[in-house]
T-cell receptor
Framework: KQEVTQIPAALSVPEGENLVLNCSFT??????LQWFRQDPGKGLTSLLL?????REQTSGRLNASLDKSSGRSTLYIAASQPGDSATYLC??????????FGKGTRLHILP | SAVISQKPSRDICQRGTSLTIQCQVD?????MFWYRQQPGQSLTLIAT?????????ESGFVIDKFPISRPNLTFSTLTVSNMSPEDSSIYLC??????????FGPGTRLTVT
């Protein structure tokens, strides 16, 4: 059974720092992996999608990597800003139509 | 990408009543998904709704409690029936896009008193 784990559960860093969020999954047979952002009480915003054949994807200050064989993904945020404060969710698609979520990392950027 | 809207955005309901949540997508999609996010938790899939057929429910969710309609390829509703405080959650509608990217609506924040 596929399980997705995100570490740390919560993180506080000063504004301007670069940071890394981690995601691990137990079964490497995935179709893709997706990172989302969720603001309190709101829906999910898709940040980056990495297909199983890809190693990384970049969007602005965000870079997501995927090491399928070791069951790991990282989300790198450069030059963090207070507006980056949110919960970041990692989700994998095992190959059928249902995606499996981690519990998220709650990020707080200190002004 | 798909643009998804949900109504209502939030509601406060009394125990024992029902609430119907609407989900509208700006393009035709085969499958729509309904998720629940309880306070402080991650997302749990309630059911998958295909147009023209009965919804498929995940373990722990039943049609009598969460009836779903899917009248066409751009619209779906989820009803939360006979509500109790344990139903207080964010309910999210989702669709799949190109390359199996998943998109989510803004959510409906439900509080049951």
């Amino acid at each position: 059974k596929q399980e997705v784990t995100q570490i740390p559960a919560a993180l506080s860093v000063p504004e301007g720092e670069n940071l890394v969020l981690n995601c691990s999954f137990t079964d490497s047979a995935i179709y893709n992996l997706q990172w989302f952002r969720q603001d309190p009480g709101k829906g999910l915003t898709s940040l980056l999608l990495i297909q199983s054949s890809q190693r990384e994807q970049t969007s602005g200050r965000l870079n997501a990597s995927l090491d399928k064989s070791s069951g790991r993904s990282t989300l790198y945020i450069a030059a963090s800003q207070p507006g980056d404060s949110a919960t970041y969710l990692c989700a994998v698609r095992p190959g059928d139509d249902k995606i499996i979520f981690g519990k998220g990392t709650r990020l707080h950027i200190l002004p | 990408s798909a643009v998804i809207s949900q109504k209502p955005s939030r509601d406060i309901c009394q125990r024992g009543t029902s609430l119907t949540i609407q989900c509208q997508v700006d393009s035709q999609v085969t499958m729509m998904f309904w998720y629940r996010q309880q306070p402080g938790q991650s997302l749990t899939l309630i059911a998958t709704a295909n147009q023209g057929s009965e919804a498929t429910y995940e373990s722990g969710f039943v049609i009598d409690k969460f009836p779903i309609s899917r009248p066409n390829l751009t619209f779906s509703t989820l009803t939360v029936s006979n509500m109790s405080p344990e139903d207080s959650s964010i309910y999210l509608c989702s669709v799949g896009g190109a390359r199996y990217e998943q998109y989510f609506g803004p959510g409906t924040r439900l509080t049951v008193t």
